[in-house]
């Protein structure tokens, strides 16, 4: 065989191991956020301040989904994982892809057959989890597994080289997690799971996500850790103590704790293998804005806990918010550090709020790295209610976005008949500022339950000690309404924007929606979306800019204006000093330069990209992808694709 032949067949050969991915290099980001720590960091370089604006879309991949739940509205969230030259993603039925990474084609799904007929209290699934059994051998059925919990309650287990499910896992690959969580009955599914699991030696951990808001006995928000290889139930933690034994169990009144529910951990968990731990952000006790059922605190809900994997066992927790009626679950997760401080480095873990307050802790023992303090916040609940007369407040980073009172002085609008209007919402609703209790006549939230960070949480780039966020800063009003008015409220066509829930066992029903003027804008004042970095080192605001533009949200003679918008989703930094983010409610993905926030590469998206992107390398090559199926709630374009990026 002559040289000329050799060579062919070698670059033949070549270009097939590229075309199945053999060069993929999985620590780049096998795990939900790049890591068990959720730091969402890539730690490549190849994309870098120099050269990003020559990224180029390089595959765009469908997954079939828009067609099959566009009747349901599923939300194309994921942040896929890369294993074993393979990237793995879920869709929000919970359909399992595996895709090659450098050409974007399918290799297999797995689907769980969701009745799409079913209504869901969520929408969403953002990923799945790995596993590679260390009593197995590479070749044996199972010995890479793919985990995904669904919304309609299950945990499932597949093989992570053909989609086939783990028969020794559950029942054919399948645990039923809503058994012992008291299923409450309603119609479709209301005890759901959107986040993965995370998986620490053979313990496998997750938590829920409840519809929290109709009710005061709802489904128990347990978390749960079972062996990864058979589905056994190991232990469970629910964070409403249900007996005496818990040292949180006094800070409840004992009838209340047996009927009380949710406190769920419905955000991504993250752990330290090191120590054993996972890192559990929980929500509110049910019902979001009424608290006269569940007098006190609410300890261990709107917590951070960390428990020991092994045993379920709390090892500290630190609560954020106090007796929680404003839907201020911890929603995003828990991002593990090593923290450069005075000479120090310190093992941390950052969380972030919907308050718009980064709180940072000692990942070990839980003691406060930036000093907290107690600050009184406003009294004057509606009859019944047993407000917290403090909240904590963090002395440093200070606070993202406007705590502030808001009256018709603050109002805001794009012609005059609109300002006048939120002018006049604003002089009829309770506003003194964070932490103003729901009312009869209405309250404005500031900052919103869908603001602040949200899911889409904190990147953190280990090498400059940055942390940055993608925060949406806009309010809504909360209104209670008296329960023999209630069914009349709803029925009427006064608020037709408004969400309507009957919160039943209450002596109110409420309903909510976002304060917007008749053009549909905030009324409150712009940016309404920022990007910010904190120099967590000190807890200093670096820079923060205005992210995102109203182009996919008004008409086109319209001007293109740089307002800053609301968003969902988060950031990704790069080694490569730049950001990735999309999240806003325009159908891009912007690439900035970390040490200022300038823009400095943007790529125009099929639909909203409201997820959060990842990296890997792939064929010597680094790649950007980003999910952007758009979130019909939030009003932007819908779709299933998945979008990957690359020099050429």
């Given amino acids: ?47 870098n301040k120099a050269n990003v604006h020559e990224l180029r879309e390089v595959w765009r991949y469908r997954t079939g989904e828009l067609s099959q739940g566009a009747r349901s509205g599923y939300s194309f969230q994921t942040n896929p994982i890369l294993v074993r030259s393979t990237l793995y993603l879920s869709t929000g039925s ?6 090659d990474p450098v050409l974007g084609t399918e290799k297999w799904r797995h689907d769980p057959e969701l009745d799409r007929s079913q209504s869901t209290s969520e929408t969403a699934n953002r990923g799945v989890s790995s596993w590679i059994d260390p009593k197995a051998q590479d ?50 599914y209301h005890y759901s799971v959107t986040s993965p699991p995370v998986i620490v030696g053979d313990t496998l951990v997750t938590g829920s996500s409840i519809g929290d808001n109709s ?75 009424y608290g006269g059922e569940r007098e006190g605190d609410n300890l261990y809900a709107n917590s951070l806990v960390a428990l020991e994997v092994k045993t379920g066992a709390v090892r500290w927790h630190q609560q954020l918010v106090h007796h929680d009626v404003w839907d201020y679950d911890l929603p995003s997760q828990p991002t593990l550090v090593e923290l450069e401080r005075d000479g120090t480095t310190i093992p941390a873990v950052i969380q972030a709020t919907k308050t718009g307050l980064i709180f940072t802790f000692n990942r070990v023992n839980g003691v406060p790295i930036f000093d907290i303090e107690e600050r ?27 705590h502030a009172r808001l009256g018709s002085e603050d109002a805001w609008g794009m012609l005059l008949f609109d300002k006048w209007n939120c002018a006049k919402q604003f002089g009829e609703l309770r506003s003194e500022g964070i932490y103003t209790p729901p009312s009869l006549e209405g309250t404005i939230m500031l900052p919103s339950y869908i603001g602040g960070v949200n899911w889409g949480g904190v990147a953190f780039n280990p090498e400059k000690q940055i942390a940055v966020v ?20 709803a029925a009427s066509d006064k608020h037709p924007e408004s969400q309507y829930t009957a919160q039943s066992g209450t002596p109110y029903g409420m309903r909510r929606e976002l304060l917007t003027s008749p053009l549909g804008t905030p009324c409150t004042k712009p940016p309404w979306g920022w990007i910010k970095a904190i120099d967590m080192t000190q807890g200093n605001i670096l820079w923060q800019v205005p992210h995102g533009t109203i182009e996919d949200l008004v008409p086109a003679p319209i001007p293109n204006l740089a307002l800053g918008i609301p968003g969902i989703g988060g950031p990704m930094t790069t080694a490569g000093d730049l950001i990735f983010v999309a999240a806003a409610l325009d159908n891009y993905l912007r690439a900035l330069d970390i040490s200022t926030g300038k823009e400095l590469w943007k790529g125009r998206l099929p639909a909203g990209g409201q997820a959060t992107p990842m990296s890997y390398t792939a064929n010597n090559k680094q790649y950007v992808v980003i999910a952007a199926g758009g979130h019909q709630g939030a009003g932007t374009t819908m779709g299933d694709y998945l979008v990957a990026y690359a020099l050429e």
């Fill in 94 to 99: 919970g359909i399992i892809i595996a895709l």
């Fill in 139 to 188: 070749g044996d059925a199972c010995y890479h597994r793919i985990y995904i919990g669904t919304l309609d309650s299950r945990l499932i287990s597949v093989d992570g080289s053909n989609g086939k499910p783990c028969a020794d896992f559950g029942v054919n690959g399948e645990v039923d997690l809503s058994k012992d969580v008291r299923l409450v009955d309603r119609g479709g």
């Fill in 470 to 489: 993608r925060v949406t800063e806009a309010a809504n009003v909360i209104q209670l309404i008296k329960r023999e008015d209630f069914l009349r409220e």
């Fill in 1 to 47: 065989m002559n040289i000329r032949v050799c060579a062919v067949l070698a670059g033949m050969f070549l270009e097939s191991l590229a075309s199945v991915g053999l060069y993929a290099n999985e620590a780049d980001w096998s795990h939900y956020g790049g890591s068990e720590k959720g730091l969402q960091h890539s730690p490549l370089s190849h994309i």
């Fill in 215 to 289: 009710a005061v006995e709802l489904e128990r928000g347990i978390v749960r850790g079972f062996n990864a290889r058979t589905g056994v139930l190991l232990w469970s933690f629910d964070p409403i103590p249900r007996n005496e034994s818990d040292p949180a169990f006094a800070n409840w009144n004992p009838e209340e704790a047996k009927k009380n529910g949710a406190a769920n951990a419905w955000a991504p968990l993250s752990a330290d293998s090191e120590l054993g731990l996972v890192y559990v952000p929980t929500g509110s006790a049910s019902p979001d804005f």
């Fill in 376 to 402: 009184p916040v406003p009294q004057g609940g509606v009859p019944g209610e047993h407000l917290s007369k403090t909240q904590p407040f963090p002395l440093a980073p200070p606070p993202l976005l406007s």
